[in-house]
């Protein structure tokens, strides 16, 4: 059984599988909300927009994990004063936020020149390099959006519905949709440090997705989310230990494996029931 | 005596430089159902909105509590995971605290909400999964299980079978009883004459308010709709007369004061649903 204790001997690969439980978790719980609202390009934008926040945090030795959360902040701020005061659609005002701050970025890193710190690994993650600080920092991240979510949980699902009897039954959607904005932006922050910002959109949409194929109920699909982020974050790790790939990649491979096996198997969705109902609805030959 | 539960002064909303509704003034007693009609853009659902507060507007709103609320056709997400017991749950949300969870006895209302509008044996089938007619009644049992005494219910009925229909109009006959004031916005103008107390018609603002006997008139309803009127007869749905805006005071003054029978309004659509 040592292929399975083997990749928690070190401390290294401890700290990036508890890190990949906790965003794998994070992931999957958010994920409900960005699958439900349609938000997969948001969740894509703000991993490309927080690249000018972690520019200019590595130029002034700051936290890089900071500066991309002032940048995202900054992006989704922009999006939905865009979408709302240029009478632009929200997806064309995200299209155009967060590639201009993604060539901001660029711009900045190549007007600043080398720098001491990899940035790049903002951008393609460094799974083994997360620190104690990195893991403590996730943790707190976590389970203060766990907190929020737990609190505005039910406006949260009301303007997820149905947002105009929401706002008529008293809840300010707009503010809550930016809330949700600025949770996603932070939870997108934390987690582009492990599996990198072109990965990151996998841990936010494939499991919540996943689960949708096979629940009805939004308590269920969140519940099964969470388990299948976390079960993708820890089965990538294995993946990357034994076959010595990179881990960012495996995490994701999992994820969309999980995926394909739910649509095989879903009761109500799978192929494998479509396949089986249309066979029972076939009438017999005589 | 208790005010109105529903009182109007003054309504105007505006879109940039264009009015959408202009000095809307009206009042609605306790168990009472108004039909609020008016073509395609006249301003039902922006009044509706704006008396919720959802949209910014000058004049005074007050209602007696949070209203109800049944919003037009199926804007609600159909591919959420939501069960038709989690949705009319819903509708508890505002009265129950963050920190509390969804009780047996708001669970009880829930079902109760659901018994009525004859969707207890859908109450674990995923919302998507229903037809529109089920859908609509369990959106209703949404407003049924907020409950209060003002209920705003924009087409109700628009596009719904025949017994989700039934079951609609039965509920709202009973709130009318209960003593809550409902207002319906509609384009079924017989049935609205037939089963509502005091009609509102509206064309970005107010033609006419009062009951059907004194309100349903061929005048009425050629300036609210601005347009020609084709009058059905209502036993076989054949034209039996036409209805001119302008030219109705010359031939059609016997319409005035009477009931028209059956109406197709063949007004302007002037655009965004109203």
Known sequence: ?286 | MSPDPVRVEGLTVAYGSRRALDGVTFTVPAGCIVGVIGPNGAGKSTMFRAMLGILPHAGAVHLDGVPAYVPQGDRAALDFPATALDVTLMGRYASTPWWRPLGRRQRAAAEAALDEVGMTPHADCAFGELSGGQRQRVILARALAHGGRVMLLDEPLTGVDAASAAVIQATMSRLRDEGVALLVATHDLNDAAQTCDRLLFLNGRLMAYGTPADTFTADTLTRTYEGTLLVLDPTDGTPIGVLDEGAHHDHDHSHDREHPSGHRHEGHDRGPPG
């Open chain 1, 1 to 286: 059984m040592s292929w399975i204790t083997d990749p928690w001997s070190t401390e290294l690969v401890t700290r990036a599988g508890l890190e990949l439980v906790l965003i794998g978790a994070l992931g999957g719980a958010l994920g409900v909300f960005v699958v439900v609202r349609g938000l997969p390009f948001t969740v894509e934008a703000f991993s490309h927009a927080i690249f000018p926040g972690a520019v200019i945090a590595a130029a002034l030795g700051g936290s890089i994990v900071l500066g991309g959360l002032v940048a995202a902040v900054a992006a989704a701020v922009g999006m939905a004063l865009a979408a709302r005061h240029l009478g632009t659609g929200d997806e064309t005002a995200i299209g155009v936020v967060f590639t201009g701050m993604f060539a901001a970025g660029a711009l900045l890193l190549a007007a600043l020149g080398p720098l001491d710190r990899d940035v790049t690994s903002f951008l393609f993650g460094d799974l083994l390099g997360v620190t104690r600080t990195d893991l403590v920092v996730t943790a707190i991240v976590a389970a203060g959006i766990g907190l929020l979510v737990t609190i505005v949980r039910r406006p949260l699902v009301a303007s997820s519905f149905d947002p105009e009897a929401a706002a008529a039954a008293g809840v300010r959607v707009e503010r809550l949709d930016l809330l949700l904005l600025c949770v996603l932006a932070l939870a997108v922050v934390v987690s582009v440090r492990a599996v990198g910002n072109v990965l990151v959109l996998a841990l936010f949409v494939t499991p919540a997705a996943s689960a949708r194929l096979v629940c009805r109920r939004l308590s269920t699909t969140m519940a099964l989310a969470i388990a299948l982020g976390v079960a993708s974050g820890v089965g990538g790790l294995y993946v990357s230990f034994h076959a010595r790939v990179a881990a960012g990649g495996a995490v994701v491979l999992v994820a969309t494996g999980l995926f394909v096996l739910t649509w095989l198997v879903s009761p109500r969705r799978g192929m494998l029931a479509i396949a089986l109902r249309a066979r029972a609805a076939r009438p017999a030959r005589a």
